[in-house]
């Protein structure tokens, strides 16, 4: 039985098309089974590899300021428009501290305007440490207040006037660079813990998840300690500290405290001046005790004396008399 060529050409052609959809079925199902094992590969991998990823600078602030200006970038290379290229602030971050010292021998007074002067600057009383004595009288006294940074300057001024000051110190320090490097700092860890639940909710294998999930909680500890510092420095720029320390002074006190005050002439003319009043001081107290016996004597004696002037004009008279006769 012969062949017709026609058949024949056809029946070539149905088996070569039967073996090219085979072909191309079989690369297709090769090349979804690499899409997917390359897709967890590259997942283990990213988890992996985050602990390098975007850290950010541990250098001082002006490397951070630096890099911050040059590329204002995530560990992508995305440019970040949100703020991570924000300028330095205007004015600076500085954190201003003062002591002062006085004595007052009243320290309720003392006390009452202390109070007044901070009220009048916005301020509040942070701490409060005070002994008495057994009267009731503050003995001394240490204040803790705090203040609108704006205020500080005037707020030192008014309180060395509460009372006598007995001294007083002030210091500034500056914290811009550490305000600015922790701000960059907070916000790159808040980026990168985006990045990192991204990976988790695309994560396939366990391996995988417990990977993500340890990057996620040391992030996370690290990102909630940048907050607190950040939130101590916010704190302590916007509030000045001045610590008040108020002591009683008493008169014994006020006195040697006021004669080492004087010069050297001034004292030895006052220790003179002493010295004759004390005298002065012990012939009156002889005089004041002699003055009662000499009151009952000058009242015995009186008569006594008047008898002896008596008898001796009777004796100067008798012989006159005698040669007259």
Same mark, same amino acid.
């Given at each position: 039985?012969?062949?017709?060529?026609?058949?024949?050409?056809?029946?070539? &052609?149905?088996?070569?098309?039967?073996?090219? *959809?085979?072909?191309?079925? #079989?690369?297709?199902?090769?090349?979804? @089974?690499?899409?997917?094992?390359?897709?967890?590969?590259?997942?283990?991998?990213?988890?992996?590899?985050?602990?390098?990823?975007?850290?950010?600078?541990?250098?001082?602030?002006?490397?951070?300021?630096?890099?911050?200006?040059?590329?204002?970038?995530?560990?992508? #290379?995305?440019?970040?428009?949100?703020?991570?290229?924000?300028?330095?602030?205007?004015?600076?971050?500085? %954190?201003?501290?003062? +002591?002062?010292?006085?004595? !007052?021998?009243?320290?309720?007074?003392?006390?009452?305007?202390?109070?007044?002067?901070?009220?009048?600057?916005?301020? +509040? %009383?942070?701490?409060?440490?005070?002994?008495?004595? @057994? @009267?009731? *009288? %503050?003995?001394?006294?240490?204040?803790?207040?705090?203040?609108?940074?704006?205020?500080?300057? @005037?707020?030192?001024?008014?309180?060395?006037?509460?009372?006598?000051?007995?001294? !007083?110190? $002030?210091?500034?320090?500056?914290?811009?660079?550490?305000?600015?490097? *922790?701000?960059?700092?907070?916000?790159?860890?808040?980026?990168? &813990?985006?990045?990192?639940?991204?990976?988790?909710?695309?994560?396939? !294998?366990?391996?995988?998840?417990?990977?993500?999930?340890?990057?996620?909680?040391?992030?996370?500890?690290?990102?909630?300690?940048?907050?607190?510092?950040?939130?101590?420095?916010?704190?302590?720029?916007?509030?000045?500290?001045?610590?008040?320390?108020?002591?009683?002074? +008493?008169?014994?006190?006020?006195?040697?405290?006021?004669?080492?005050?004087?010069?050297?002439?001034?004292?030895?003319?006052?220790?003179?001046?002493?010295?004759?009043?004390?005298?002065?001081?012990?012939?009156?107290?002889?005089?004041?005790?002699?003055?009662?016996?000499?009151?009952? &004597?000058?009242?015995?004696?009186?008569?006594?004396?008047?008898?002896?002037?008596?008898?001796?004009?009777?004796?100067?008279?008798?012989? $006159?008399?005698?040669?007259?006769?």
């Amino acid at each position: 039985m012969k062949t017709s060529p026609t058949k024949f050409a056809v029946a070539l &052609l149905a088996a070569g098309l039967i073996a090219l *959809t085979g072909c191309s079925s #079989g690369d297709s199902d090769s090349s979804d @089974d690499s899409g997917s094992s390359g897709d967890t590969s590259r997942n283990a991998v990213a988890a992996d590899g985050l602990a390098a990823e975007d850290a950010p600078s541990e250098g001082d602030g002006e490397a951070t300021l630096k890099t911050q200006s040059d590329s204002g970038s995530d560990a992508g #290379g995305t440019r970040d428009n949100g703020g991570a290229n924000r300028p330095a602030p205007a004015t600076k971050a500085m %954190i201003n501290t003062g +002591t002062v010292s006085l004595v !007052s021998p009243d320290t309720e007074k003392a006390r009452f305007d202390l109070q007044k002067v901070v009220d009048s600057h916005g301020g +509040t %009383i942070a701490e409060e440490e005070t002994s008495t004595e @057994d @009267d009731g *009288t %503050i003995r001394r006294s240490r204040v803790v207040v705090r203040v609108p940074a704006r205020e500080f300057a @005037d707020a030192m001024k008014e309180l060395k006037k509460v009372a006598e000051l007995t001294g !007083s110190s $002030q210091g500034s320090e500056d914290v811009t660079t550490q305000v600015i490097d *922790t701000e960059v700092r907070v916000r790159a860890q808040e980026k990168s &813990l985006k990045r990192i639940e991204l990976l988790l909710a695309r994560a396939e !294998s366990i391996a995988d998840i417990v990977s993500i999930e340890a990057q996620l909680t040391s992030r996370q500890a690290e990102l909630d300690s940048l907050k607190s510092q950040q939130a101590y420095l916010e704190d302590q720029t916007s509030l000045s500290t001045i610590t008040v320390h108020l002591e009683h002074q +008493t008169a014994a006190a006020a006195k040697e405290k006021k004669d080492d005050e004087h010069n050297a002439f001034v004292g030895g003319l006052l220790d003179g001046w002493h010295a004759l009043t004390g005298v002065g001081a012990g012939l009156a107290t002889v005089v004041g005790a002699l003055l009662p016996f000499a009151v009952v &004597l000058g009242i015995l004696g009186y008569p006594v004396l008047v008898l002896a002037r008596r008898l001796r004009t009777r004796q100067r008279v008798a012989p $006159q008399v005698a040669n007259a006769e």
